[in-house]
């Protein structure tokens, strides 16, 4: 199984900034699509921002504008640069990777998440 770790959370105040990285690990896979998620307390998870090995992207329409995904293929790494946070950004983030074995896809690995809480 693909291991992924997340870090970077924090509290921060309204406005402010955090970078989350996740690193993903797994000699025997090689990582596809690499995606943050968040659940905000009483939410359903939601899909914030993905990017692919080629570096397409897409984003949540809320988060548009403010956070950045990026990634380094080499290093299984994942980064999300969050600016302008808001209150609403409050959620436990969680990162996911595609693991992929041969060329087939194997499964998704899951972090334990990261908590993000933005004040007012």
């Known amino acids: 199984q693909v291991q992924v770790v997340e870090s970077g959370g924090g509290l921060v105040q309204a406005g402010g900034s955090l970078r989350l990285t996740c690193a993903a690990s797994g000699s025997r896979f090689s990582i596809g699509r690499m995606a943050w998620y968040r659940q905000a307390p009483g939410n359903q998870r939601e899909l914030v921002a993905a990017i692919t090995r080629a570096g397409n992207t897409n984003y949540e329409d809320s988060v548009k504008g403010r956070f950045t995904i990026s990634r380094d293929v080499a290093k299984n790494t994942l980064y999300l640069q969050m600016d302008s946070l808001k209150p609403e950004d409050t959620a436990v983030y969680y990162c996911?990777?595609?693991?992929?074995?041969?060329?087939?896809?194997?499964?998704?690995?899951w972090g334990q998440g990261t908590q993000v809480t933005v004040s007012s």
């Open positions: 996911n990777a595609e693991a992929y074995y041969w060329g087939s896809y194997s499964h998704t690995g």
